[in-house]
């Protein structure tokens, strides 16, 4: 059976204050059925605002920054067997193509003493780990200032 | 003017995080923490799942930040994955977003407005187990719209719905909310 009544979503968004008409109005002041439905919808607006917003019983950003570092490690562990396998590589190939040559430099070491070999070895060995320690030293100082 | 202000400190938390400042993320989860929340407590009600879910929407949008464009606000952005992420889930599961219609949506009855003034104590709890009998979808609407006080524009944003669309679940969910109300102080 049809009516005259306003539709529930006439009413709603009378009350959003998304429609203004007159005849509507007009239908609300005089007719008690959609005055009724009005006070309830109404109601239902002011009582929705007053609902607490629900959260989470756990600390949701420890939780995803422990996931997140989980990942960046797993990332970065990855990322150095990449470039130590890389290295790998590239040091045998280097080694196969300079054997020829690598084999007469060793016949040089087999004329002198012990200790002039153990001198020259310590000390190249010195040299390479200060440069690779420069070198790490002002990648760390220029990463730091990016991130300033 | 706020949503320069909005675009400009997005760019600039985003491309710290991208220049390798983890920590920097930390602020992006607890700036969009409360949306997450509506968007997910509201669909799933199992606590683990949710532990999951909330894990794999930041880890998201930690991997895909690169792939943000600035098109909408960074809350909006990561909103939209967590409804997504939430919704797929569901999918999964079986389980129906809109389908649940309320059983009582057809006896519509008016009730007395005077019996309503007496038990205004009881109001809101009627109201949030009015809530939670909505079905997933529609429950994540209205939080949005009347608790977070998003606008229609970016809700669509992040449910991918039209505009029309939200409008009209909209209505319906404040119909069956109204209905499920009157039906409980009738009997």
Known sequence: MKNNHLTDEILQTLLLNEVQDEIVDKHISECQVCQEKMKNYQFLFTSIKKVEPETFSFDVTSLVMEKIYEVEIKKEKNANIALYMCLSIILIIVFILLYPYVKTIFSQFKSSSIMANAFMMVSSLGVTIFLLKDIYRQYKRKEMLILQ | ?187
């Open chain 2, 1 to 187: 003017m706020s949503n320069i202000v909005d675009h400009l400190s997005d760019k600039v938390i985003v491309t710290n995080i991208l220049n390798g400042n983890i920590q920097g993320f930390a602020a992006v989860v607890a700036n969009t923490e409360r949306l997450v929340t509506q968007i997910v407590r509201k669909m799933i009600p199992d606590e683990d799942d949710q532990k999951d879910l909330v894990q794999d929407i930041y880890l998201k949008a930690y991997k895909n930040l690169s792939s943000f464009q600035f098109k909408s606000k960074l809350s909006t952005w990561i909103g939209n994955i967590a409804y997504n992420t939430t919704i797929n889930y569901l999918q999964k599961k079986r389980v129906s977003i809109v389908g649940i219609e309320s059983q009582i949506e057809n006896s519509i009855v008016e009730f007395d407005n005077s019996e309503m003034s007496t038990i205004k104590t009881e109001e809101l709890d009627i109201l949030v187990k009015e809530i939670a009998k909505l079905p997933p979808l529609y429950k994540t609407l209205i939080t949005l719209y009347h608790l977070e006080e998003l606008p229609n524009k970016e809700i669509a944003e992040i449910t991918n719905l039209p505009e029309g669309t939200i409008k009209s679940y909209l209505y319906r969910a404040r119909k069956m909310l109204k209905d499920g109300i009157n039906y409980h102080y009738k009997n």
